[in-house]
């Protein structure tokens, strides 16, 4: 064990580092004023976004739902298509921080922070979708089981009643996590704050932390156990998701495969999100020792692995289509490849088949712009794929007397852009106020990294105590 | 008249001496005692003799309560409040819960850890004694801290700080009540 310790973290943090410029190069992002031009130029960007959220949210309450596009037989629309993409990219946050936890895979701790504040806020967004989309949001709580005056209780034969229990479960335990793997990290910045009102705050959020052994002992063994929670948890999550297309009777939907494949989509669609978020961050604040070359490559492999599980999602769906000889299923297939929808179908092959198997190649995997484009395409081919399954399966089912098409409007435009832009603002203010990189892991790393591979200059008693002279 | 004493606190440069000088302090007898880290040190809890086993013991009980409550929600609303024929299925149909009650269990069981792991600790705790140590803010960022605290039967205000003097200490000082 210990040997395989020491050469996956022989260099997982590059450049020389001591735990004061670890705790200093994290925490200043946090408590400085100085930020790069385009964090400014962004968050301006996003937050017209989230004025847009604001208003097409807005015009929904005030006009209802008519405003999308949704009609029958097409009655979910953008609304369940935008519910799962973004759910599904909130998952690559838990699978980072609680399943690579377990499977002891050091190089999680420059990225966890960072993807778990990416689940908590893709939730969010997830979680606005179905919340209008009922219709009358304001009495959204009969969805929960809280006694009322209609004297009736929600279904729990559906598997849309199981998807608040997951949603909301999932939210409030990611949240747990975030902020459990916070606290040590608040108080490192309550301890170096110089302004008495940051010193509050943060102190506040620190609750009195002290980073004592027993503390640490507790904490331990809480945070691996929401991690063990996690995992699960994820993996119930989206096949709950699942569970609400698979459970109805409808063609290219009453299907089996369904939960694994959401998950590995899931995963696909959150790696690709990572990579698009931490690739211009990690150049803006210059944390490349931290984030190295190592990193960006592996969540590239990730990548590859989860999308080719997806396409093979996609080969079975087909295969089973055929095999099973039904004439709608055999004509949705056709409907896929030839209907109306073809065009976003084969940009949906291109998008997450075709370009992400350039991939293979480590030159590909080393070239950062590429690596940024191709996880943007496999972006919006994850938005595709959930647009064709939601989509081509309503809109030609077994009568054709009551086929139909579906046109998103400018509201449904409006409301997606706008939770983009949501998540977007919310992503630069964590980055803002809160260590993007947990920092007490990091030096846990560090530590370890000196322990098994003693630096050729010294041993890591000696380095630390020379910087602290001469910086 | 001098200020009550919470104990006497070393600070050390490293890991390693914190932990030498943890379980030399073990070996002198000392009980009461408290380790400071910027990160969890591994052996650390075991060097200051201390073991506790009461956060997953929480974070069970509060997984079996919450699966129970779960599934007593549903059979209770499904079975007995509000019966629903739906396609002529049975009413009890409890293989439909399970999903429902997975994720109550998930729920109350996180709960168990985050509650149980700061209550156990003691958190929030708006003051204590130990932040009047000299540059104990570095605990939180790149030092190393061992107190001996003054209910501590062998404790002895001399005696004690030439002891953690002898332990390769980078100072050694004294915290007020």
């Given at each position: 064990m210990?040997?395989?310790?020491h050469?996956?973290?022989?260099?997982?943090?590059?450049?020389?580092?001591?735990?004061?410029?670890?705790?200093?190069k994290?925490?200043?992002?946090?408590?400085?004023?100085?930020?790069?031009?385009?964090?400014?130029?962004?968050?301006?960007i996003?937050?017209?976004?989230?004025?847009?959220?604001?208003?097409?949210?807005a015009?929904?309450l005030?006009?209802?739902v008519?405003?999308?596009g949704?009609?029958?037989?097409?009655?979910?629309?953008?609304?369940?298509?935008?519910?799962?993409?973004?759910?599904g990219?909130?998952?690559?946050?838990t699978?980072?921080s609680?399943?690579?936890?377990l499977l002891?895979?050091?190089?999680?701790t420059?990225?966890?922070?960072?993807a778990?504040a990416m689940?908590?806020?893709?939730?969010m967004?997830?979680?606005?979708?179905?919340?209008?989309?009922v219709?009358?949001?304001?009495?959204?709580?009969?969805?929960?089981?809280?006694?009322?005056?209609?004297?009736?209780?929600?279904?729990f034969?559906?598997?849309?009643?199981?998807d608040?229990?997951?949603v909301?479960t999932?939210f409030?335990?990611?949240?747990?996590f975030?902020?459990t793997?916070l606290i040590?990290?608040?108080?490192t910045?309550?301890?170096?704050?110089?302004?008495r009102?940051?010193?509050?705050?943060y102190?506040?959020?620190a609750?009195?932390?002290?980073?004592?052994?027993?503390?640490?002992h507790?904490?331990?063994a809480?945070?691996?156990?929401?991690?063990?929670?996690?995992?699960?948890?994820?993996?119930s999550?989206?096949?709950i998701v699942?569970?609400?297309?698979?459970?109805s009777l409808?063609p290219?939907w009453?299907?089996?495969?369904?939960?694994?494949?959401f998950?590995?989509?899931?995963?696909?669609?959150?790696?690709?999100m990572?990579?698009?978020l931490?690739?211009?961050i990690r150049a803006?604040?210059?944390?490349?020792d931290f984030?190295?070359m190592?990193?960006?490559?592996?969540?590239?492999?990730?990548?590859?692995?989860?999308?080719?599980i997806v396409?093979y999602?996609?080969?079975?769906?087909?295969?089973?289509a055929?095999?099973?000889?039904?004439d709608a299923?055999?004509?949705?297939?056709?409907n896929r490849?030839?209907?109306?929808y073809?065009p976003?179908?084969?940009?949906?092959?291109?998008c997450n088949?075709?370009?992400?198997?350039?991939l293979?190649?480590?030159?590909?995997r080393?070239?950062?712009?590429?690596?940024?484009?191709i996880?943007?395409?496999?972006?919006?081919?994850?938005?595709?794929?959930?647009?064709?399954?939601?989509?081509t399966?309503?809109?030609?089912?077994?009568l054709?007397?009551?086929?139909?098409?579906?046109?998103?409007?400018i509201?449904?435009?409006?409301?997606?852009?706008?939770?983009?832009?949501?998540?977007?603002?919310?992503?630069?203010?964590?980055?803002?106020?809160?260590?993007?990189?947990?920092?007490?892991?990091?030096?846990d790393?560090?530590?370890r990294?000196?322990?098994?591979a003693?630096a050729?200059?010294?041993?890591?008693?000696?380095?630390?105590?020379?910087?602290?002279?001469s910086? | 008249m001098?200020?009550?004493?919470?104990g006497?606190?070393?600070?050390?440069?490293?890991?390693?001496?914190?932990?030498?000088?943890?379980?030399?302090?073990?070996?002198?007898g000392y009980?009461?005692m408290?380790?400071?880290s910027?990160?969890p040190?591994?052996?650390l809890?075991?060097?200051?003799?201390f073991?506790?086993?009461?956060?997953?013991?929480?974070?069970?009980?509060?997984?079996?309560?919450?699966?129970i409550?779960?599934?007593?929600?549903?059979?209770y609303?499904?079975?007995?409040?509000?019966?629903?024929n739906?396609g002529g299925?049975p009413?009890?149909?409890?293989?439909?819960y399970?999903?429902?009650?997975?994720?109550t269990?998930?729920?109350?069981?996180?709960?168990?850890?985050?509650?149980?792991?700061?209550?156990?600790?003691g958190?929030?705790?708006?003051y204590?004694p130990?932040?009047?140590?000299?540059?104990?803010?570095?605990?939180?960022?790149?030092?190393?801290f061992?107190?001996?605290?003054?209910?501590?039967?062998?404790?002895?205000?001399?005696h004690?700080?030439?002891?953690?003097?002898?332990?390769?200490?980078?100072?050694?000082?004294?915290?007020?009540?």
């Amino acid at each position: 064990m210990q040997e395989v310790v020491h050469r996956e973290t022989e260099r997982l943090i590059e450049g020389k580092h001591t735990y004061e410029s670890i705790t200093s190069k994290i925490a200043s992002v946090a408590m400085g004023y100085k930020h790069p031009l385009p964090w400014y130029v962004i968050a301006a960007i996003a937050s017209a976004g989230v004025f847009l959220m604001i208003v097409s949210i807005a015009w929904l309450l005030l006009r209802g739902v008519g405003i999308w596009g949704i009609n029958q037989p097409i009655g979910w629309g953008f609304a369940i298509i935008n519910f799962v993409w973004w759910i599904g990219i909130g998952h690559a946050g838990t699978l980072i921080s609680a399943i690579l936890l377990l499977l002891r895979q050091q190089w999680r701790t420059s990225i966890n922070r960072f993807a778990e504040a990416m689940t908590i806020f893709a939730v969010m967004c997830a979680g606005l979708f179905p919340l209008l989309h009922v219709g009358r949001p304001w009495v959204a709580y009969w969805l929960l089981p809280i006694p009322n005056w209609t004297g009736a209780w929600p279904q729990f034969r559906s598997p849309l009643i199981w998807d608040v229990f997951a949603v909301t479960t999932y939210f409030t335990v990611s949240l747990l996590f975030w902020f459990t793997g916070l606290i040590p990290d608040f108080a490192t910045l309550r301890d170096r704050a110089k302004k008495r009102f940051a010193q509050i705050i943060y102190g506040i959020l620190a609750m009195g932390w002290r980073g004592s052994a027993k503390h640490w002992h507790r904490y331990e063994a809480a945070y691996l156990l929401l991690a063990g929670l996690s995992t699960p948890l994820v993996v119930s999550v989206h096949s709950i998701v699942s569970l609400d297309f698979a459970v109805s009777l409808l063609p290219g939907w009453h299907t089996t495969i369904f939960p694994p494949y959401f998950v590995a989509g899931a995963i696909y669609s959150g790696f690709a999100m990572v990579l698009t978020l931490v690739i211009p961050i990690r150049a803006w604040y210059k944390m490349q020792d931290f984030i190295t070359m190592k990193h960006l490559d592996w969540m590239a492999k990730v990548m590859l692995a989860t999308g080719l599980i997806v396409f093979y999602g996609y080969i079975m769906e087909i295969f089973t289509a055929l095999y099973s000889g039904h004439d709608a299923e055999v004509y949705l297939v056709a409907n896929r490849f030839f209907g109306p929808y073809a065009p976003f179908f084969w940009a949906l092959l291109i998008c997450n088949g075709l370009i992400p198997q350039a991939l293979w190649s480590p030159r590909v995997r080393q070239n950062i712009p590429l690596l940024f484009v191709i996880s943007l395409i496999v972006n919006v081919g994850m938005w595709l794929e959930r647009f064709i399954i939601v989509v081509t399966s309503l809109h030609r089912d077994f009568l054709p007397s009551s086929w139909g098409m579906y046109f998103p409007t400018i509201w449904d435009w409006g409301l997606f852009l706008g939770t983009i832009g949501f998540f977007t603002f919310m992503m630069f203010l964590f980055v803002r106020f809160v260590p993007m990189i947990a920092i007490f892991e990091m030096r846990d790393l560090l530590h370890r990294q000196d322990e098994h591979a003693p630096a050729p200059t010294g041993a890591p008693a000696t380095r630390v105590a020379t910087t602290e002279v001469s910086g | 008249m001098s200020v009550p004493l919470h104990g006497i606190i070393a600070e050390y440069e490293t890991a390693e001496e914190l932990l030498h000088a943890a379980r030399r302090a073990r070996e002198a007898g000392y009980t009461r005692m408290d380790a400071y880290s910027p990160f969890p040190v591994h052996g650390l809890a075991e060097a200051i003799g201390f073991e506790d086993h009461k956060v997953p013991w929480t974070v069970f009980l509060s997984g079996v309560v919450g699966a129970i409550a779960g599934f007593a929600l549903q059979y209770y609303i499904s079975v007995i409040d509000y019966p629903l024929n739906v396609g002529g299925r049975p009413i009890f149909s409890w293989p439909a819960y399970i999903p429902v009650t997975f994720e109550t269990t998930v729920l109350f069981a996180a709960f168990g850890a985050f509650i149980g792991m700061l209550a156990f600790n003691g958190l929030p705790q708006p003051y204590h004694p130990i932040f009047n140590a000299p540059r104990f803010e570095r605990a939180s960022q790149d030092r190393f801290f061992l107190c001996i605290e003054a209910t501590d039967p062998l404790f002895d205000r001399t005696h004690t700080r030439h002891f953690l003097e002898s332990t390769g200490a980078r100072l050694v000082s004294e915290v007020e009540e």
